[in-house]
DNA sequence: ATTATTAATGTAAGCGCTTACATTAATCGG
DNA sequence: CCGATTAATGTAAGCGCTTACATTAATAAT
């Protein structure tokens, strides 16, 4: 019985059966390239001994670690978490394990978390948008760290995406709206300073009213961070505009949930009194009442596609190749028909 | 201009400040250990080559990763998502990162991703509630891999525990609902299989119950995945029970939420027809109508507790001590007063 | 049987750090 | 001013793997 119980490492197995730490090392990374004998018995000393592989010694002789790094903006509420976790799956399925950080929707921490995860040795990144620094895609590129961005679509951008187009499902959704008879349109977004996503959302909103002969410049969205109580509270001040808006787009489920409830307090029924949207169809959508027009976005496709795109590009080592996916609107209880 | 650029190593700053690479090595990690002077050219020429140390070379010359590994069961609803963001807050000012997997609730990927991040070198782990295999424990402890547990207290357990007393919480939750006159109790619980917060939570109603002369054999709770339709179906049937019951306590805030959903299908409202608990006080339960009787649970408090305690045991080499944080009971719309 | 070819295995050189220990420089008491 | 301390720096041995290359064993071709 050793006395200093230290973890088994490759020469131990390598000792045990009887070969060569080489011999064991491609046993186990690629098991064809050795005889079923020997395989036999190596394999028979890994369980003996309960030999797992050192990470650390492992990465740093392979230059290679099978990690990838996330940041999101925040795993508080649930708008990144399916997406996110249809990601891991799909990654746990190749080999990959997946590194995880939030930053909070700013800016310089995602710049910091970026150089963690690169001197982590992270295979590949995996960034929410397009909007940010041009140092930092400068510098992913220097150190050869292939990044793909989720939640976004731009074909034009240099680094591949896969996502949806916000602009025009954000479009498609006021287009219906506008089509119910709404013409005084107001907006509750997410901070789009370097953020696309809300960005792009408020641009569809603009798009859809240009469209239909109503004034973008009327819109006048304001801007708080995507959570309830920021939500409730741009939703009251809102109603005090004049003339009061008949509608409320949000520029995502949390907010729609949070303006309900600014609603609910101001003693206004939705949608009898005032209609509200969200964005995402999260489960919350459907849960709250009345349950919430909203756009559906196809989270675990997005986040499985992804996984597989990340993959190929570092195995393949080839450049990402972008995919848009479907965005739609779905129609539930709290937008009215007027007149 | 460097052909293949390739990150600069340790070697390269101590070359560049006319050093070893051993004082460059102590000026970043133990900076007073190196004059004023030298400190200040190494300095300067990390900034100018841009070094960021090899963390694989790092953790294996050191032996430490200052990486703790986290298993939750699920990232896609908010159960975990507040007391694991504080977790990782916390942790990030200790200097440490947060590698998180999820089991999805699965023993079998529970076991496995815990190998993953002690072979991964995990200087700690963070797990969620005491049930599992005792030869995870034997495991850990022969790897010395220091564990916390979170989400659950319990003294008597071997492992040291940062959380609520499930079942006591639980118990006060459900006097306040007999107290008002609720007598026929049904409840909706999560798989309390290898999953001592369901099954505390249950006992807790049970416990209650006895102490006010009701038969606690008569809950026969319908246990079901933590998601909004198996809380809906469960609900249903629950309704389907002769006599039918005045209330549904739910294993969580989800499941109450799915509970509420039912009620809506069956076109019964809460609370005037049937009362509703959750637990959890997710940003859910305020936001439902009507806003859930709940038990709150202090998330962001223990994740940043969880997070301290951790660090000790890691730095300080010492067992850890557990902490009971208390749970309280918030009453909301969702139960009504019977008679 | 003999040589050419291929498959299986072994040898050993790193990968980029940390740190025990050795060496040299600076400081100090008498 | 000198030996004794103490502070600052350097030297080099690993940490546990992978993998290019060398060697040996097995098989095929002649």
Not at 266 to 285: F, K, M, R
Request: charged share 25%; aromatic share 4%; proline share 5%.
């Amino acid at each position: 019985m050793p006395e200093t119980e230290t973890a088994p490492t490759l020469d131990d197995v390598a000792l045990a059966a009887r070969v060569s730490t080489a011999t064991v090392s491609r046993c186990i990374n690629d098991p064809k390239k050795v005889s079923q004998k020997t395989r036999d018995r190596v394999e028979a000393a890994i369980d003996k001994l309960g030999y797992t592989p050192n990470f650390a010694a492992r990465s740093m002789a392979a230059k290679r670690t099978f990690t990838i790094g996330a940041i999101i903006p925040t795993m508080e509420n649930a708008i990144f978490a399916r997406g996110i976790q249809a990601f891991q799956e799909e990654l746990y399925q190749h080999g990959y394990t997946l590194l995880i950080s939030s930053s909070g929707y700013k800016a310089e921490a995602e710049k910091e978390q970026i150089k963690t995860l690169v001197a982590r040795g992270a295979d590949a990144l995996l960034l929410i948008g397009h909007d940010r620094d041009p140092a930092i895609y400068d510098y992913l590129e220097r150190q050869r760290v292939p990044t793909l961005v989720a939640w976004s679509y731009d074909e034009t951008a240099q680094t591949p995406s896969i996502g949806f187009d916000n602009r025009t499902a954000m479009r498609a959704l006021a287009e219906t709206v506008i089509a119910k008879g709404h013409t005084s349109i107001a907006m509750i977004s997410g901070i789009s300073q370097q953020n696309d996503r809300a960005r792009l959302r408020i641009e569809g909103v603009k798009d859809a009213m240009l469209a239909r002969g109503l004034d973008p410049d009327t819109l006048d969205p304001i801007e708080v961070p995507y959570n309830v109580n920021d939500g409730a509270s741009a939703f009251v001040t809102l109603m005090s505009r004049h003339p009061r808006p008949s509608i409320v787009m949000c520029g995502n489920d949390v907010l729609a949930v949070g303006a309900l409830r600014g609603a609910a307090e101001l003693g206004l029924n939705v949608p009898e009194d005032i209609s509200i949207t969200g964005y995402d169809d999260l489960e919350l959508a459907q849960v709250v009442s009345p349950a919430l027009t909203t756009v559906r976005v196809p989270h675990r496709e997005m986040g499985r596609n992804a996984a597989c795109e990340i993959v190929d590009m570092i195995e393949k080592k080839r450049k990402g190749v972008s995919q848009k996916l479907k965005a739609t609107v779905v129609e539930r209880a709290s937008v009215a028909q007027v007149q």
